[in-house]
Structures are given as structure tokens and as C-alpha cells.
């Protein structure tokens, strides 16, 4: 293993490349990483970093939106099979109908969602940054696509919007169920309960906060608590335990796995890097509609 990482950094070197890296990868993938963090932060980083190539260990959504920020890089996604099955869930045809039937609505868009829906849209959002943006846009009526769950979230923190949904979900996070909370709560019933917004309402309602993968890893940090129940992915409970060595970490009641975010192993980030696989390229008409989305979302904290 050693020796293959040391291949991956002196390919990076060689090719002025940078390694960004989310939450949910494997453990051998976060170690390496040059920048590792939520959706939010890695876009911010790829908008701005240095470099010629950026290597996106995370899923395809992601380096679309590195490539449509970044748009003079090579990015590469080391697996063309790691998508997100939320991202595909709605069609153009379905989002225009949408806007047809609400007419005077704005329509704000999950990051994880595909190129073409982001460019019919007026901003996008991540799950850390969500409710600002519906609070702060200049509408009253909003369309947000795809995830039901973050959408019925953002509602109940912005009652004066009225939001209209979609029907798309993530399969991870919709599976977390609220016996699972309460099953992990009576085993430790000092822990603190921490949710990622993908989950479903009732799951959140059990959770003390509700915050995206790095908001819960910086809460974790920051509290008195020692124990939490971590309502999201393994892969982030994985770098929790590391970076909280005197705190304990505990899925609720069963791991859940992403397995399109565990598909980038250390080899396909070599593979990658010594054959500049895959590129990524976002066809320029619907780049230039989508940057403007992305760009706004980039303005919210
Ligand atoms: P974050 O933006 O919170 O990192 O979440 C991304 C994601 O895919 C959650 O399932
Ligand atoms: Fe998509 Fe869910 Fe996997 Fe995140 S955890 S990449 S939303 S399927």
C-alpha cells in the first residue's frame, strides 16, 4: 500500500494535480487526500484551488460541478460508475412541468442532481447550505429539486416559503429508520443524536441537530457530549473516530453504506492519475446555464 502511494503522489506532483476527497470515501482514500471535506467545502475548493488536474474521489455530481467551476482544469473521476442515484431520479421534462404548473416559482436545486437539471435552475444549494438559501431568495414560491426529505426539511425551517417537492430520495439515508434512533438511544441514552437532512422527517425529529456530513463532524468536535448516534454514511463516522480519539461514534443501530461512494479505491486514484481517467466535460451551453446556479450557491454559507 505504501508503495502505491507514494506512485499516487509522485503522479500528482508530476502532473500538478490536487486530490479532493468527501466524507463518505473508504478510509485508505480520505488519509490521502489533499483536501477532504462536504459537498460545499470541496466546491468552494475546487472553484478556487491551484493546479492543472483535479481528481475527484467522491461521485460523478461532484465532479460535474468541479469541472463547470473549474472549467480550464482537467478533472477526473477516478469510477465512471459512481453516480447517485438521486441525481438521476428527475428528468428535464419533469422539472419543465413543474415549472410550467408553478409559474412564479424560483427553482432551487440540490448539488446532487445532473448538469441539465442545475442549468434550469436558479441556484443551487447543498445540505449545508439549503435553508439560507430558500430563507434569503427573493421568492415566496419555490420549487426545490430532487430530495423530498432535505426539501420537507428546509420547509419546516422556512414556513413563511412555500415550497413545492419532488418525489427523489436517497436510498442511504431514507433507509435510517426512527426505531433505529430510539433502539441506539436506550443503549446509550447520554449520547447526543446527530442527522444529516437527507433522512426522512421522522427520523429527523429524533435528532438533537441536523447538519450536513462536515457540520456534524465540526459539532462532534466543538461538544461536551462523548458519545453520538450519527445518523448518515459510515464513511464520515470513519474519519469522526479518527479525528475524536476520546469520543465514541455509533451508527444508528446498523452502518449505512453508500456503495457508489465506496466504489474509489487507492488504485483507481492511481489508475486515474497515470491515465487521465475519466475526464470530465459538461457540454458548454448547459456549463455556461449551470454556472450560474453554481456560482450563486457558492455566495451562501
Ligand atoms: P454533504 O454535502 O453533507 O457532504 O452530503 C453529500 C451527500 O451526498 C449526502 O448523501
Ligand atoms: Fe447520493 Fe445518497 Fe450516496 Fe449521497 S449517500 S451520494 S445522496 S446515494
Same mark, same amino acid.
Given at each position: 500500500?505504501?508503495?502505491?502511494?507514494?506512485?499516487?503522489?509522485?503522479?500528482?506532483?508530476?502532473? +500538478?494535480?490536487?486530490?479532493?476527497?468527501?466524507?463518505?470515501?473508504?478510509?485508505?482514500?480520505?488519509?490521502?487526500?489533499?483536501?477532504?471535506?462536504?459537498?460545499?467545502?470541496?466546491?468552494?475548493?475546487?472553484?478556487?484551488?491551484?493546479?492543472?488536474?483535479?481528481?475527484?474521489?467522491?461521485?460523478?455530481?461532484?465532479? &460535474?460541478?468541479? =469541472?463547470?467551476?473549474?472549467?480550464? =482544469?482537467?478533472?477526473?473521476?477516478?469510477?465512471?460508475?459512481?453516480?447517485?442515484?438521486? *441525481? /438521476?431520479?428527475?428528468?428535464? /421534462?419533469?422539472?419543465? &412541468?413543474?415549472?410550467?404548473?408553478?409559474? +412564479?416559482?424560483?427553482?432551487?436545486?440540490?448539488?446532487?442532481?445532473?448538469?441539465?437539471?442545475?442549468?434550469?435552475?436558479?441556484?443551487?444549494?447543498?445540505?449545508?447550505?439549503?435553508?439560507?438559501?430558500?430563507?434569503?431568495?427573493?421568492? /415566496?414560491?419555490?420549487?426545490?429539486?430532487?430530495?423530498?426529505?432535505?426539501?420537507?426539511?428546509?420547509?419546516?425551517?422556512?414556513? /413563511?416559503?412555500?415550497?413545492?417537492?419532488?418525489?427523489?430520495?436517497? #436510498?442511504?439515508?431514507?433507509?435510517?429508520?426512527?426505531?433505529?434512533?430510539?433502539?441506539?438511544?436506550?443503549? #446509550?441514552?447520554?449520547?447526543?443524536?446527530?442527522?444529516?437532512?437527507? *433522512?426522512?422527517?421522522?427520523?429527523?425529529?429524533?435528532?438533537?441537530?441536523?447538519?450536513? @456530513?462536515?457540520?456534524?463532524?465540526?459539532?462532534?468536535?466543538?461538544?461536551?457530549?462523548?458519545?453520538?448516534?450519527?445518523? @448518515?454514511?459510515?464513511?464520515?463516522?470513519?474519519?469522526?473516530?479518527?479525528?475524536?480519539?476520546?469520543?465514541?461514534?455509533?451508527?444508528?443501530?446498523?452502518?449505512?453504506?453508500?456503495?457508489?461512494?465506496?466504489?474509489?479505491?487507492?488504485?483507481?486514484?492511481?489508475?486515474?492519475?497515470?491515465?487521465?481517467?475519466?475526464?470530465?466535460?459538461?457540454?458548454?451551453?448547459?456549463?455556461?446555464? *449551470?454556472?450560474? *446556479?453554481?456560482?450563486?450557491?457558492?455566495? #451562501?454559507?
Amino acid at each position: 500500500m505504501r508503495e502505491l502511494i507514494e506512485k499516487i503522489n509522485r503522479l500528482k506532483k508530476e502532473k +500538478n494535480a490536487v486530490l479532493l476527497v468527501h466524507n463518505y470515501q473508504v478510509e485508505d482514500v480520505q488519509l490521502i487526500a489533499d483536501h477532504l471535506g462536504d459537498s460545499l467545502e470541496l466546491s468552494k475548493i475546487a472553484a478556487n484551488v491551484a493546479g492543472d488536474v483535479i481528481v475527484f474521489a467522491g461521485v460523478k455530481f461532484m465532479a &460535474e460541478t468541479a =469541472k463547470i467551476l473549474s472549467p480550464e =482544469k482537467t478533472v477526473l473521476l477516478p469510477r465512471l460508475d459512481a453516480g447517485c442515484p438521486m *441525481a /438521476d431520479m428527475i428528468t428535464v /421534462d419533469e422539472l419543465l &412541468e413543474l415549472k410550467n404548473q408553478y409559474p +412564479n416559482a424560483k427553482v432551487v436545486t440540490y448539488v446532487n442532481s445532473s448538469v441539465e437539471i442545475k442549468a434550469e435552475s436558479d441556484v443551487c444549494c447543498t445540505s449545508a447550505n439549503a435553508v439560507n438559501v430558500v430563507k434569503n431568495l427573493e421568492a /415566496d414560491e419555490i420549487i426545490f429539486v430532487p430530495d423530498r426529505n432535505l426539501g420537507s426539511y428546509i420547509q419546516s425551517q422556512a414556513p /413563511d416559503k412555500k415550497l413545492h417537492l419532488f418525489e427523489g430520495y436517497c #436510498y442511504v439515508h431514507n433507509r435510517i429508520k426512527p426505531e433505529e434512533i430510539l433502539q441506539t438511544k436506550d443503549l #446509550y441514552p447520554d449520547a447526543e443524536v446527530l442527522v444529516h437532512p437527507e *433522512a426522512r422527517m421522522e427520523v429527523l425529529e429524533l435528532a438533537d441537530v441536523v447538519l450536513s @456530513t462536515s457540520g456534524m463532524l465540526r459539532h462532534a468536535s466543538q461538544s461536551p457530549k462523548k458519545q453520538f448516534i450519527v445518523g @448518515t454514511e459510515q464513511g464520515l463516522l470513519e474519519r469522526m473516530k479518527r479525528e475524536n480519539p476520546g469520543k465514541e461514534f455509533l451508527p444508528a443501530f446498523r452502518p449505512k453504506i453508500c456503495s457508489n461512494m465506496k466504489r474509489t479505491s487507492l488504485r483507481d486514484v492511481y489508475e486515474a492519475l497515470a491515465n487521465d481517467q475519466y475526464r470530465i466535460e459538461v457540454p458548454e451551453a448547459i456549463a455556461a446555464k *449551470a454556472l450560474n *446556479a453554481l456560482n450563486q450557491m457558492l455566495t #451562501y454559507a
